[in-house]
């Protein structure tokens, strides 16, 4: 009986630990949620990660804050959880500044900075429910997006 | 000599304000394209110099630097496009898996359907169902006539009723997330108190 009774309690525990990392959004500061997942590469590409270099495969997780990286040869194409669309071409470098999309909070926001390179953006959920919270800043400028698809060349130093 | 010194020594101090002018200027070039379903959305460049907004397709706008003006829109044809962008463009994501979109559009100032959404709205049910999504998102939205309190309150009534009209044909409550706007985000950008019944909507995202 009491063996039972002990087996329930550990049962229901495990199921709210389990529900507890269901129904956490993506957290906006803490950078260690994914908060989009890579699904095309070519060539060299690495991930800068809280200072470690990781190499960009398919289906590998990107964290708020990472830099994405491309080499000579590279490209890499990824979707954020939001279904935002982002590719990059050879030679180029972007940081993932920000990325929210927590709607049972009604939190949206996404930032990327480039330094360098090329890029193609298509526009996710968040300009769709939340149209001035997609930002795409190079060094020079600061791009407001609402709700679309740009290309975009930063030519570095 | 101590003359030449403190010029020297000004200019380096120049140089490093500036970035040096003998250094190659940066240069942004950015593209608006037209979204997959042919819609075009609109970009707003801005620098420490003003801002540029685009807002047709395959206009351009080129960056200097932090202290110029974004220079006025210029179309690009398909080659130069592709010239600069074919790596970036070709390494992008397959797009079939992406959201759908429907937009219901409303009678003047009320919660009642046009003739045609209704349909729409049958065409949107039966993508949640044969999609078995658990992520639909209802944003009602009012054209520009009317205050904005009024607005925002019609908004909602607009964005329930789809809602409610979703749960009664058998979705989920907890897979529907509601939202409203008002008066301030036009679908068809117009002057203030202007009729316009493409404004008048609920636009439902399915995912």
Redesign the interface.
């Given at each position: 009986m009491n063996h039972v009774y002990l087996k329930t309690v550990v049962l229901s525990l495990v199921a709210l630990l389990l529900l507890l990392s269901i129904d956490g959004e993506v957290s906006p500061a803490d950078g260690s949620t994914p908060v989009a997942s890579v699904?095309?590469v070519?060539g060299s590409v690495t991930v800068l990660r809280q200072g470690k270099t990781i190499q960009a495969i398919n289906g590998l997780d990107i964290w708020e804050k990472d830099t994405l990286q491309t080499g000579r040869n590279g490209?890499?194409?990824?979707?954020f959880s939001d279904?935002t669309?982002l590719?990059?071409?050879?030679g180029?470098i972007l940081t993932v500044d920000e990325f929210v999309f927590a709607?049972?909070q009604?939190k949206f926001s996404i930032v990327l900075r480039m330094l360098k390179g090329?890029?193609?953006y298509?526009?996710?959920?968040i300009?769709?429910?939340s149209?001035d919270a997609a930002y795409f800043k190079?060094?020079?400028?600061?791009?407001?997006?609402?709700?679309?698809?740009?290309?975009?060349?930063?030519?570095?130093? | 000599m101590k003359k030449w010194s403190i010029f020297i020594l000004g200019s380096i101090f120049f140089c490093l304000m500036t970035g040096c002018a003998t250094?190659?200027p940066?240069?942004?070039?950015?593209?608006?394209?037209?979204?997959?379903d042919g819609?075009?959305?609109?970009?707003?460049?801005?620098?420490d110099g003003g801002s540029q907004v685009i807002n047709k397709p395959g206009y351009s706008t080129e960056?200097e630097?932090?202290n110029k003006t974004?220079t006025s829109p210029r179309q690009l044809n398909e080659n130069e496009?592709k010239d600069?962008?074919?790596?970036?463009?070709?390494?992008?994501?397959?797009?079939s898996n992406?959201?759908l979109?429907f937009i219901l559009f409303f009678e003047n100032d009320s919660t009642k359907l046009t003739r045609e959404s209704k349909d729409i709205f049958s065409e949107a049910l039966k993508n949640i169902k044969t999609r078995n999504s658990n992520?639909v998102?209802v944003?009602g939205h009012t054209d520009l006539v009317g205050t904005e309190s009024y607005n925002k309150e019609l908004s909602s009534k607009r964005a329930s009723y789809i809602r409610n009209l979703f749960v009664s044909s058998g979705i989920k409550p907890g897979t529907l997330?509601v939202?409203y706007y008002g008066k301030s985000?036009p679908l068809v950008s117009t002057e203030d108190e202007t009729p316009e019944p493409r404004n008048r909507r609920v636009?439902v995202?399915i995912?």
């Open positions: 699904k095309k070519s490209s890499i194409g990824i979707v279904d669309f590719s990059m071409g050879p180029s709607p049972r009604g090329t890029a193609a298509l526009s996710g959920l300009s769709k429910l149209p190079t060094p020079t400028a600061s791009i407001g997006i609402r709700g679309t698809r740009f290309l975009i060349k930063v030519d570095g130093e | 250094q190659q940066k240069r942004d070039l950015i593209v608006l394209l037209p979204d997959p819609k075009v959305g609109t970009i707003t460049v801005t620098t960056v630097n932090l974004p496009i600069i962008f074919a790596s970036a463009l070709s390494a992008q994501p397959d797009l992406r959201f979109l992520e998102y944003v997330f939202s985000r636009e995202i995912r």
